[in-house]
């Protein structure tokens, strides 16, 4: 994919070097249809580079999860930079290789007992007019510490550049700018930053200091996010060919660039079906979950063992508990952090997620789980299943204790249902130091994975051709909005967490509407824009926290690229220095509108499922209500939807049906 655009070029100049070439190979394609081919490639191109990009930044936090230094400085190009927090900027590799080692003490890999996860999420990617940069906003969320020793929570956004060198992306500049980096003990409301922002300080003099100097938690700081006020980027036009080249040199390009955009949406699908897997475990909708599996389908947990097949899989799912929504549970099972690599057949495919899971019982327990999953699918009938879900847990830990204190084998919701086989892998939680085996080579480093497989081209017919070049736009098309929906959806997150009001109204439609936490709906941009002073005035404080994260997104375009819905996750760290910590998690159900080419918000709704003081967990969270309306300021109509938080429950209404079972 990366070489489509540079491919399709040289294809073309061969058709041009003579007219008697060409008249040999047969008939000559129209000078619109060889540019409406050459048009496709590059969008084409464009979206697998946002792909590419993604997978380099989320292979960069799989890699320092498990120290593994080397790598990790392998993504960067040869005049890459990195500058984490307030230690300065370290330029070119090597430098940022000495800097990671001395970040993890000298030494490759970690210790028994440690833990240092960095979750890689809500990305906003752009690339330049020419394709050949590109910047990126992510949310770096951080759980740090040593068993027996000292547990810290971590948080702060990157705002990225990449290059594109030789067809592979590498990242330019690094930079993450640290909102806070607390003790898991008391976290934020009680503790300031316990670094200062700095995590190898003297131990390795930077080649310059600092870029933007902030204050770190409690202090308030809004790095420059990399889209803000940016119009779109308007791709620099293919060239216009002298002469054409023969037909059937051009319907082999298109049926290449078929089986490419094909694969886009392979990846596409295939992450909305684990997206959804996880929506369905937090509600126990079991019997849904286990209908996403192929027939012959498994869940492995790894030390653990091997449920075979779709009904055992029901039944391991029916063992966690009873089916269903009800009160007192909460199961709450993030999806995060894909690296989906399809098969050159487009009938298999492998994908590396993360799990960051909330558990609880009411009265019970609360604990933490964390994990990786190594999974295969399988395309059957034109629709994606999973195969093989392998679950390597890494923490597992009590509320109460953290992962300073605690370290469990497994969550207490495991079953003790008997295994169909035994795991194929030893127990994987950080207690022991363990590496989840990779299912792909390394982005920069290691092979390119195999090109799309294209079915074989058509006759050399320009009718022919003009409709499956028609089909394939629009299929890529959605691709396109699927991208920009994703962006847009996580724009309005980092907006939210810095309470950049302006802004986040802006990117509703005029007659947009929002609604959140039983408040009401509010009609039209002013409207939004009143209802968002309900959480504050606009602009951070210091001793404010209001990170709102937006996780899990499964997008749905209405087939005219007109509409198109999402179903997302909420996951916020507030609270006030000195005050007061709060967890909010809770589920988006939005909606979207395509003015003048731009996507914008149309209905903008979030329902919680718990409001949890930090210093109480779940397991004793006394039950209340959402905020509700306020008198002060009203809403212009009623809530649409009723609903009551953890401990008691609520399924929030699904968009879209099942994607297998389609019930």
Not at 287 to 311: C, D, H, K, W
Request: no cysteine; charged share 20%.
């Amino acid at each position: 994919m990366r070489r489509a655009v540079l491919g399709g070029l040289a294809l073309m100049a061969a058709g041009f070097a003579s007219a008697g070439s060409a008249a040999a190979a047969g008939p000559a394609a129209s000078a619109e249809l060889v540019q409406q081919l050459a048009r496709l490639e590059q969008r084409a191109t464009r979206a697998e580079d946002v792909n590419a990009i993604k997978r380099l930044q989320r292979s960069w936090g799989y890699y320092l999860d498990k120290g593994l230094w080397d790598e990790a400085a392998n993504l960067f190009s040869d005049d890459g930079t990195i500058e984490m927090g307030l230690d300065g900027v370290y330029a070119g590799r090597k430098r940022v290789r000495e800097y990671l080692y001395a970040w993890g003490g000298g030494r490759k890999g970690l210790l028994p007992g440690q833990l240092n996860e960095h979750l890689q999420l809500m990305p906003v990617v752009d690339l330049s007019a020419d394709g050949h940069s590109a910047q990126g906003t992510w949310r770096d969320v951080l759980l740090i510490g040593q068993l027996g020793k000292e547990a810290y929570w971590g948080e702060g956004p990157y705002v990225n550049d990449y290059v594109k060198q030789d067809g592979v992306w590498k990242i330019r500049h690094l930079h993450w700018f640290q909102t806070l980096y607390v003790p898991y003990a008391g976290g934020w409301s009680v503790h300031g930053d316990v670094n200062a922002g700095q995590f190898v300080g003297a131990k390795l003099t930077p080649d310059a200091p600092t870029t933007i100097p902030y204050k770190t938690w409690p202090g308030a700081f809004t790095p420059p996010f990399h889209f803000k006020g940016a119009a779109p980027v308007t791709p620099q036009p293919p060239p216009v060919p002298a002469t054409a080249p023969p037909l059937a040199q051009l319907a082999e390009r298109t049926a290449q660039l078929a089986a490419d955009v094909q694969r886009l949406d392979d990846q596409y699908q295939i992450e909305n079906l684990q997206r959804i897997y996880g929506y369905y475990l937090d509600k126990g909708q079991w019997s849904q979950a286990a209908a996403l599996f192929a027939a012959n389908g498994e869940v492995e947990i790894a030390g653990r063992g091997t449920y075979r097949g779709q009904g055992h899989v029901l039944n391991y799912l029916r063992a966690l508990g009873p089916e269903g929504v009800i009160e007192n549970r909460l199961y709450d099972n993030m999806q995060l952090q894909p690296v989906i690599h399809v098969a050159a057949d487009g009938r298999s495919a492998r994908g590396r997620w993360r799990l960051f899971a909330q558990l609880a019982q009411a009265g019970a327990f609360d604990e933490w789980e964390t994990g990786v999953y190594e999974n295969e699918y399988v395309r059957e009938g034109g629709v994606w299943k999973i195969r093989r879900l392998h679950l390597y847990p890494t923490l597992v830990t009590p509320y109460a204790d953290g992962w300073g204190k605690t370290s469990l084998p497994y969550a207490r919701f495991e079953p003790a249902l008997p295994p169909d086989a035994p795991s194929r892998d030893p127990h994987s939680n950080f207690d022991q130091v363990y590496v989840v085996p990779f299912h792909y080579a390394h982005p920069v480093t290691g092979a390119r994975p195999a090109r799309a497989r294209p079915a074989r081209a058509a006759a050399g017919d320009a009718a022919a051709l003009t409709a499956q070049l028609a089909q394939v736009e629009h299929q890529l098309s959605r691709e396109e909005d699927v991208a920009q929906i994703e962006n847009l959806q996580m724009t309005y997150g980092y907006y939210l967490a810095t309470l950049q009001w302006d802004e986040l109204a802006d990117l509703f439609d005029a007659n947009g509407t929002i609604e959140i936490a039983l408040r009401g709906i509010y009609v039209g941009k002013s409207a939004v824009r009143r209802n968002l002073n309900l959480y504050g005035q606009a602009g951070l404080d210091d001793g404010v926290l209001h990170n709102h994260m937006q996780y899990q997104p499964v997008i749905h375009v209405a087939p005219d690229g007109q509409s198109a819905r999402i179903r997302s996750r909420a996951f916020s760290m507030m609270g006030n220095f000195g005050k007061s910590g709060m967890w909010m998690g809770g589920i988006y159900e939005n909606q979207f509108i395509k003015v003048d080419g731009r996507w914008k918000f149309q209905h903008d709704q979030v329902m919680n499922s718990y409001f949890t003081p930090y210093e109480t967990g779940w397991k004793d969270l006394a039950q209340r209500p959402a905020p509700g309306i306020t008198a002060t300021n009203p809403p212009d109509l009623p809530p649409s939807v009723q609903f009551e938080m953890y401990p008691k429950n609520f399924l929030p209404p699904y968009h879209y049906a099942n994607p297998v079972s389609g019930q």
